[in-house]
Each structure stands twice: as C-alpha cells, then as structure tokens.
C-alpha cells in the first residue's frame, strides 16, 4: 500500500484475477464480452482521466477469433530435410524467420561452424544479408490478411526456393547498400513500406506431453504491464487483470510520404502485425515433431527464433548450448551484437565489409525443445525467468 517493494518470497494473492477465471471456467468466453467482466473493461477504457477511449460493449460481442492454417515450408538444415512450421500472417515471424533460414542456407556461409563457441564474422555478415531482405519483405507486405492480400495470393510465395534462390543472389561478400522488397511471383507494390518501430512485452512457452503432442505458444500484452490499465469487477477485491497495448504493434503512420498506404496501418476491426514466431518442426519423412521454440523480445524475437533453431539443428547443439549463443540481430538498420560477447575482432571485421555495429543489452527469453537420440533435450534462456522441466 505504501509503494515499497514486497520482500523476496511473498505470496502474492490476486483474489479479482481468481473470481473472473472461475467465471470464465463455468460460463467460457462469454463472460469476457458480456455482463460484469465486459463493462469492467469498457468502463475502465472509457474513464481513463486522461486519453477516454471509445470501446464499447458491442465491439467486444463482435470481436470473433481467427483460426489460420499454419504456414509450412521445407528447409535443409544440418544434412537433412525437415518441414518448419510458423505462425502465418498476421504474423510475421513464421515468414521472416523462414526467410532468414532459407536464405542463409543457400549462402557459402552457411557450412561455416562457430569460432570459439561463437558466430563468425563471415557467418554473422550472411545472416544480416538475409535478415535485410526479410525484414524489407516483412515491411512491404504482412498484415492481417483479411485485409491485406498475399503477394501473388499466398504467403507461401515469399517463401518459394524459386524466390529464395533469387534474393539469395543479392547476398554478396559485402554489405548491400540498400535491401528493398522483392517481388514474388503475380506480386504487386501497391502498399507502402511500413518502418520499423519498437516492439515489447512478450512470453513463450515450449510443451511436449506424454503422448507426444507438441506446443510452442507465444503471448503478448505489448511491454512488461501492457496499457498500464488494471480492470477489477469488484473494488473490495485487490488485484485484478491488465489491459493489452497491441495498438501499438500497427504502423504508428498510416502512409508514406507519397501517399500510399502501409499495409499494417490501423483499421476497424484489423488486426494488427505481430513478430511473435512459435515453431514447430517436424522431420520432413516421418512426420515426427522434432522440435518446438519460440522466444519473447519484440521484433528481435525473430532473431531469438533464428537463432535457436540454426544452433540446435544446423550446428547440431543442445539447446540449451543454441540458446545460450551471444544474440544478434538486424531490424533492417544496424546490427546489433549482445555487448560484452563478441570479441573486438569480429565486431571490426564487420565493419570491414560495410556493417553499422552496435553492442546492445538483448534480453532474449527464448525456449527450446529437441527430440534427439530418441529422447526430449529442452532449453531455457538464462538472461530471463524459465526453467526446463519434465519426467
């Protein structure tokens, strides 16, 4: 009550947290979009002492959930073929980190092996290469699909080997002066593109039960307490739940200099781009699942993404030991390195062939599970909470 800090293991009770999951346990998601539960949230939108909103009862009774096909493609990692599985548009983490993946294993680079257990100059340049053309694809054309139309009327033609083997032409020994959008297949301009903006607020979480059935979820309230709104249906009770801020994930300008529309712009009833990135991948014969991972970090999520599954199935890692790899990461500007973890050789070497270099504080939270050897190993990033845990 005073604004002190609660001491270290304090049971913290959220009783209005625990009333409004028994209401939604007995009566399901009709509780969230109509009676108390419903007008607490308008209520606290509409009263807000400084910036009010405009929701209304009826915008939470229309609001209806989107199931989406997952978008698979295949990929040659470590010698074999497996089949990864992400999250389609209006993600874009499934098609950048699919890009990102794809690109690099058609690059010299991608044979080169870590340098004392970490990414090398070369391998490091490739990878930024194909992270800037992703990023450029990602900025011209991903937001919600029903109101955004596919390049050429699938998302998979971004991730087409015909279009990857093309892009994958322009990665050369040094850094392209400008990475602009492709063109797939029966693809048009007609969106400007989006630039980038910060992104944050995020969990995942990695599940592989006894019977087999494989989980990789991500969730996000966009920054650490989302709108800063906490909503109670009872005022006698403390606690209660916060407010996402997903607003803040569409293009915070609505069109470019010239006049064209940004694809993510907002819109009624748009939802908007995310870079959350849970993946699935599966051995492309069998069928089997041999992996699910994901990672928190905003846009740099689909670096964390990257990273773990490049450690754990081309380099052939543990996932713990991928997970624990310095971060690194592109957003279509300066490369970024995790300070205090590349040696000063290789961040001069980058600069060397063209590479803005910036060392950064990158708080990943990624986790990891790889079937191998018949058995589940499991991963769980060190710089966040997370344990890997299981019989």
Known sequence: ADGTPHPVGHALRNPELAAVLRDIAAIGPRALVDGPIARA????VRQHPSL????TQDD???????????LCHPLRTGGRWVRLCGFPPPSSGGIAVGQILGL??????????????????DWLHAYTEASRLAFADRAQY?????????PGGDWNSLLAPEYLNARAQLIGPQRMPEARPGRPAGATLAFAPMPSQPEAGTSHISIVDGRGNALAMTTTIESAFGSRLMVSTDPSRPGGFLLNNELTDFSFA?????GRP?????????????????????DAQSGEPLMSAGSPGGALIIHYTAKALHGSLHWGLHPQAALNLPNFGTLGGPLMLEQNRFPDATVQALRALGHTVQTVEMTSGAQALLRRGGR???GADPRREGIVAGD
């Open 52 to 55: 009010p909103g405009a929701l």
């Open 104 to 121: 690099l294993s058609r690059t010299p680079q991608a044979l080169a092996g870590l340098r004392d257990g970490r990414p090398g100059a």
């Open 60 to 70: 939470l009774r229309r609001y209806q959930p989107r199931e989406r096909e997952a």
């Open 376 to 378: 589940w190993l499991g």
């Open 142 to 150: 991903v937001g919600d699909p029903d109101f955004v139309p596919a």
């Open 254 to 258: 609505p069109a470019d200099s010239q």
């Open 262 to 282: 940004i694809a993510n712009r907002v819109q009624p009833g748009k939802r908007p781009r995310s870079s959350m990135a849970p993946t699935l991948v599966f």
């Open 41 to 44: 949230i308008v209520d606290k």
